[in-house]
């Protein structure tokens, strides 16, 4: 009995020293030194510089469609400041109209008027320019380098400008050249109207003045002489006028509208040889027609019955 407790009490006891230094575990492998390229989280940005193609343009699309989106509802706002300045005007020569003894003053405050409209829309013109001038930056140096990439030449700063476009946004035109565009297009004729309108209503109402003495004592308003009045809506309107012609040299814009030497008469030529090409088209499949008749006249003549041609087959020469 003495002998199987000893058995028990050595396989179930401790090791001692003697046994743990004769069965040692061989050591376990090191392991090999983590890369800290390969374990090193993948940031956000270098996860997006490793974009698959599709992906790349799926991405690019989408910024497209947002940008157009941005531009259109800065292009709406625009005809929105127009509007008031054509309604305002329109209101102002109905009134000033409709009965002689309506002041004419009112003419020169809706110039006022149309004029602070025109800064306005000077502004939300620039902010218009933004978007549009990323329209027109991935329209040049993306899409059409897919439609045409042999005969255009490789555009690679187009990426570089758009991407520091997107980190500091700024105005692609100045003040000057805004206004200037903004009133050749539309309010140059507005103020033009006015000015002739106020002529007219001063010299029509009450009546027809004789002289030009009668019609400077008419552009009199309240304590202000008519010279006087006649003299700043001189000086204004030829101010206007002299703006809107020392503003045209000013293209530092992009946007939609393109350089003239740039237009050049490709698409003529290429809807020119288009036509051609559909006429030879045309013409030949005139000629096909002609033949397969003639083969049904051919055989109706000598067999006395309308044969069926196989259109598959190509015809004869």
């Given at each position: 009995?003495?002998?199987?407790?000893?058995?028990?009490?050595?396989?179930?006891?401790?090791?001692?020293?003697?046994?743990?230094?004769?069965?040692?575990?061989?050591?376990?492998p090191t392991p090999p030194?983590?890369?800290?390229?390969?374990?090193?989280?993948?940031?956000?940005?270098?996860?997006?510089?490793?974009?698959?193609?599709?992906?790349?343009?799926?991405?690019?699309?989408?910024?497209?469609?947002?940008?157009?989106?941005?531009?259109?509802?800065?292009?709406?706002?625009?005809?929105?400041?127009?509007n008031w300045a054509v309604?305002?005007?329109?209101?102002?020569?109905?009134?000033?109209?409709?009965?002689?003894?309506?002041?004419?003053?009112?003419?020169?405050?809706?110039?006022?008027?149309?004029?602070?409209?025109?800064?306005?829309?000077?502004?939300r013109y620039r902010y218009?320019?933004?978007?549009?001038?990323?329209?027109?930056?991935?329209?040049?140096?993306?899409?059409?380098?897919?439609?045409?990439?042999?005969?255009?030449?490789?555009?690679?700063?187009?990426?570089?400008?758009?991407?520091?476009?997107?980190?500091?946004?700024?105005?692609?035109?100045?003040?000057?050249?805004?206004?200037?565009?903004?009133?050749?297009?539309?309010?140059?004729?507005?103020?033009?109207?006015?000015?002739?309108?106020?002529?007219?209503?001063?010299?029509?109402?009450?009546?027809?003045?004789?002289?030009?003495?009668?019609?400077?004592?008419?552009?009199?308003?309240?304590?202000?002489?008519?010279?006087?009045?006649?003299?700043?809506?001189?000086?204004?309107?030829?101010?206007?006028?002299?703006?809107?012609?020392?503003?045209?040299?000013?293209?530092?814009?992009?946007?939609?509208?393109?350089?003239?030497?740039?237009?050049?008469?490709?698409?003529?030529?290429?809807?020119?040889?288009?036509?051609?090409?559909?006429?030879?088209?045309?013409?030949?499949?005139?000629?096909?027609?002609?033949?397969?008749?003639?083969?049904?006249?051919?055989?109706?003549?000598?067999?006395?019955?309308?044969?069926?041609?196989?259109?598959?087959?190509?015809?004869?020469?």
């Amino acid at each position: 009995m003495a002998t199987n407790r000893d058995v028990r009490q050595r396989g179930s006891g401790p090791l001692s020293g003697e046994h743990v230094s004769g069965r040692l575990r061989p050591a376990p492998p090191t392991p090999p030194e983590p890369n800290p390229e390969r374990t090193a989280p993948q940031s956000p940005t270098a996860t997006l510089r490793r974009l698959s193609p599709a992906e790349f343009n799926a991405a690019m699309i989408h910024f497209y469609r947002g940008e157009v989106q941005r531009s259109n509802t800065w292009r709406n706002r625009l005809d929105t400041t127009t509007n008031w300045a054509v309604i305002t005007a329109g209101a102002t020569l109905s009134f000033a109209f409709s009965s002689p003894t309506n002041p004419h003053f009112v003419i020169p405050i809706n110039s006022i008027l149309v004029a602070i409209f025109l800064l306005m829309e000077a502004r939300r013109y620039r902010y218009y320019e933004i978007w549009s001038s990323r329209v027109r930056v991935l329209e040049t140096g993306y899409f059409a380098q897919l439609l045409a990439p042999e005969s255009l030449p490789p555009d690679e700063e187009w990426a570089a400008h758009l991407a520091s476009d997107l980190i500091t946004p700024h105005f692609t035109i100045s003040e000057w050249e805004a206004v200037g565009r903004r009133l050749r297009r539309n309010y140059l004729w507005i103020f033009a109207l006015l000015a002739l309108s106020w002529n007219l209503k001063v010299y029509l109402h009450p009546d027809p003045a004789y002289n030009f003495d009668i019609f400077i004592q008419r552009a009199r308003v309240g304590v202000v002489p008519g010279w006087l009045v006649f003299t700043v809506g001189f000086i204004f309107n030829a101010a206007v006028m002299i703006f809107a012609i020392g503003t045209v040299k000013l293209r530092e814009a992009t946007g939609e509208v393109l350089p003239r030497h740039e237009l050049a008469l490709h698409p003529l030529q290429r809807v020119s040889s288009w036509t051609r090409s559909a006429a030879k088209s045309s013409s030949r499949t005139v000629l096909r027609t002609k033949r397969a008749r003639h083969r049904v006249r051919t055989s109706a003549s000598t067999t006395g019955e309308l044969k069926k041609i196989d259109i598959s087959e190509p015809p004869n020469r």
